[in-house]
């Protein structure tokens, strides 16, 4: 009895869950919300602006990103994010949703009225790329870098654990990206700053602290100066915010006009004589990728 007792004292106790109860839950309810449709997803409403959209998706994916929520079904919760955030961020998609949803009415039928036949729309989910809406937003990497196949990199993983310190060195960066999105996005005050001229914020400034992007143009209110100029480390935390935020907005931009050649692109397969097709995809290659360059320039990030 003396050694059954000891070999139950002596057995290791059981490894704890690599994720926790209330990540669980918040897995499964973004799932239960796809039958909502992507407003619902995003938590959002069907009036949302594009700030309200980009704010919703940078907060959710960065909670719901599989490197940081392993609960089961996670990949499928952050695949839901990323969709639809792609159709909610493009003006185009989101016109498109707004009227018939995740369908498209069949050619020759415009109104889609009363029994008309549905297909599915052509821009959707099969052409989406999460992973690359991600690194493209914060910076991660960049779309087209590896692609991804049918099976998501987060499955694969569990075929070969890697090693613990570079998986713990690959996840630093996501956790650091996630403390700084969270104090951005509870803002306790109101903005120091805008990129543009809008309401107060009609004063012109440019960046110019040590170990910032110099000459990055923004735009403050009349009590800037009493308030943060005449200090220093104020003026430093500002001209380091104007910097994040400025890339941050590059890189969208680059995003959204990448999305929009890609969809020229495909567009242009479709015309029905080979003239058609090749003046359409030249028109496409040359869609003017001002974001994309200009993040080059400033920032030397290829995207």
Do not use: W
């Amino acid at each position: 009895a003396s050694s059954s007792g000891a070999a139950r004292a002596s057995a290791p106790a059981p490894a704890a869950a690599p994720y926790t109860p209330q990540q669980a839950d918040a897995v499964k309810k973004v799932i239960a919300l796809k039958r909502s449709g992507h407003y619902a997803v995003l938590g959002v409403q069907r009036t949302a602006t594009e700030d309200e959209v980009k704010k919703a998706y940078r907060k959710l994916a960065l909670k719901f990103h599989p490197d940081k929520n392993r609960a089961p079904n996670a990949d499928e919760a952050f695949k839901c994010i990323g969709l639809a955030f792609a159709t909610l961020s493009d003006r185009e998609k989101r016109a498109h949703y707004d009227r018939y949803g995740d369908d498209e009415p069949e050619q020759g039928m415009p109104g889609g009225g009363f029994g008309a036949r549905r297909r599915r729309a052509p821009h959707h989910a099969e052409e989406v790329d999460v992973e690359d809406i991600f690194n493209m937003f914060f910076g991660t990497g960049v779309p087209g870098g590896v692609r991804r196949q049918q099976q998501p990199q987060f499955r694969r993983r569990q075929q070969a654990p890697p090693n613990q310190l570079a998986q713990f060195m690959n996840i630093v960066p996501l956790l650091f990206l996630f403390a700084l999105t969270f104090l951005n996005s509870t803002p306790l005050h109101e903005p120091a700053f805008s990129l543009e001229r809008r309401g107060k914020y009609a004063v012109e400034r440019f960046t110019k602290s040590r170990g910032v992007t110099r000459d990055i143009r923004y735009f403050v209110s009349e009590t800037f100066s009493a308030k943060h100029a005449r200090d220093p480390y104020a003026l430093a935390r500002v001209d380091q915010s104007v910097e994040t935020e400025y890339e941050t907005s590059l890189r969208y931009g680059c995003f959204a006009q990448r999305e929009q050649q890609r969809r020229l692109q495909y567009a242009a397969r479709m015309k029905r004589t080979r003239t058609q097709r090749e003046d359409a995809l030249e028109r496409a290659k040359n869609y003017p990728l001002s974001d994309c360059a200009k993040l080059e320039e400033v920032f030397g990030v290829r995207a």
